[in-house]
């Protein structure tokens, strides 16, 4: 099992930045890929971006050019840097953690991030 603790949302101005922080801990080798998704009010959990165990990354195409995943492996810590942020980036993010064999697919608890003047 991997145990996922999300942290770094907050309430900041339209055009500002973020960095949210997963910690990572239990059966890490294992994972395949990393992400992070959110969740705004009515609306669907959805991908934001994410990282395979070699690297490779993608992002939503409404994030592109603004967010920046990244990992920390001695801190066991995955990254998410906003910039230029926007209202419409209001929502929950959740670090999400996924193997094939064994099965994982663990959630952190989420973290809110509002954008707004």
């Known amino acids: 099992q991997v145990q996922l603790v999300d942290s770094g949302g907050d309430l900041v101005q339209p055009g500002g930045s973020l960095r949210l922080s997963c910690a990572a801990s239990g059966s890490i080798s294992r994972i395949n890929v990393m992400g992070w998704y959110r969740q705004a009010p009515g609306k669907q959990r959805e991908l934001v971006a994410r990282m395979t165990n070699s690297g490779i990354t993608n992002y939503a195409d409404s994030v592109k050019g603004r967010f920046t995943i990244s990992r920390d492996n001695a801190k066991n810590t995955l990254y998410l840097q906003m910039n230029s942020l926007k209202p419409e980036d209001t929502a929950v993010y959740y670090c999400?953690?996924?193997?094939?064999?064994?099965?994982?697919?663990?959630w952190g608890q989420g973290t809110q991030v509002t954008v707004s003047s």
């Open positions: 999400n953690a996924f193997a094939v064999n064994p099965r994982i697919n663990s």
